[in-house]
């Protein structure tokens, strides 16, 4: 059996090589078997599998102990985890994307509660009304149970970060450089914060040195996406990196909102657009974002991997714990509820789906809410 950390070192043998991404490594371990059986063939082997040539080929096995060692160091040196696709830590939501990064950067703390997550992404040139929305969501949706994800970018993504935090809330910053680097460099007490106040996490795929490259930002993007249940696309140009994680999210399966702006400003002409292609849907509430994602609590429960026995591991407010239990004995009607609760329609009705987003109730065929006993 292979030792997890030699494991573990493997894979950052590979992600350490040159132009070997994603779907390269995933095809790699597919015909070796594994990815300790990759660093046992030469050359000349490598260049068997289609799609690896002679410059892919000594990439691989150009990079020594060494190298690896060196970026252990350097991990070690900024406080970052390093986990590989098989850890039993890797966040069970990426795994399920088309390409998951098979090594993921991680500087703070991942938790199972991050599995109920929102993106919110925009454009870095925006309007205040934009950063007042992407900070006003941020906290609305932390509230009401979620782990916000954005891209630690300038504009919509530092604002939602910020209402997140403000809020008391969860996030998760997904850099398109290597940890050892901070983009922008303005953001540095933001991203500090997340990661001192155990509010989140900073991730990368990148190797700890990798600086800041274009062509990095639209694959980060995937991972945006595939870290939560729907993206929320708060103001962006219809040239706006944003609009590449909505596309990412609707090839994922993803549900995708967008706010509306003014039809003459620039910075929402993307936004809008979403919206008259029936792309995404209008966002003015919190509950229309709830509404759209009422029915991905069965599609959880049912899936199950996603989260694992979320009744011992999910945290609840206080909203939560008090409905939750009075579904313990029965099942009840959203009315009943109500009255039990005394909580107002629209409380309950917000309450119930986080709850089920969580996998912690189910809806009968008569409309009465039940606790999920599989859990």
Do not use: W
């Not at 703070?108 to 509660?113: P, R």
């Not at 919190?286 to 979320?310: A, W």
């Amino acid at each position: 059996m292979e030792d997890p950390q030699q494991r573990r070192r493997n894979y950052i043998r590979l992600n350490l090589a040159d132009g070997i991404g994603a779907v390269r490594t995933n095809q790699l371990i597919e015909h070796f078997g594994s990815v300790e059986e990759i660093f046992k063939s030469n050359a000349n082997q490598l260049q068997q599998i289609d799609g690896i040539g002679p410059k892919l080929a000594h990439a691989i096995t150009s990079i020594s102990d060494d190298d690896v060692e060196k970026e252990l160091a350097l991990a070690e040196k900024y406080e970052v985890q390093i986990l590989c696709i098989e850890d039993a830590d890797y966040p069970a939501a990426l795994k399920r994307i088309y390409d998951p990064p098979p090594v993921l950067y991680v500087r703070g703390q991942l938790e199972q509660n991050d599995t109920v997550a929102l993106a919110i992404v925009g454009a870095r040139r925006c309007s205040h009304y934009g950063l007042e929305q992407s900070g006003r969501f941020a906290s609305l949706l932390v509230r009401a149970g979620f782990t916000i994800v954005s891209g630690g970018a300038r504009g919509i993504d530092a604002a939602a970060h910020r209402g997140a935090l403000a809020a008391g809330g969860r996030t998760i910053a997904v850099m398109g450089c290597g940890l050892a680097k901070t983009y922008p460099p303005e953001n540095k007490k933001l991203f500090d914060e997340i990661v001192s106040q155990d509010k989140g996490a900073i991730i990368s795929e990148l190797p700890m040195s990798i600086g800041v490259k274009g062509q990095n930002f639209p694959k980060r993007n995937r991972i945006i996406a595939g870290l939560a249940l729907g993206v929320l696309v708060v103001e962006a140009s219809t040239r706006s990196g944003a609009l590449i994680t909505a596309k990412l999210a609707l090839e994922q399966g993803k549900e995708v909102f967008a706010i509306p702006g003014k039809v003459d400003s620039p910075f929402s002409s993307g936004t809008n657009a979403l919206i008259a292609k029936g792309s995404a849907a209008l966002v003015s509430r919190l509950e229309d974002i709830l509404e759209n994602l009422d029915h991905l609590g069965e599609v959880i429960t049912e899936q199950g991997p996603i989260i694992e026995s979320p009744a011992r591991n999910i945290a609840l407010n206080e909203k939560e714990a008090a409905l939750l239990k009075h579904l313990s004995t029965d099942e009840l009607s959203l009315d009943e509820l109500i009255r039990r609760s005394r909580l107002s329609a629209g409380e309950v009705s917000a309450t119930m789906t986080i709850l089920a987003i969580k996998g912690l109730i189910i809806q009968q065929p008569d409309g009465k809410f039940a606790a999920n006993r599989r859990t």
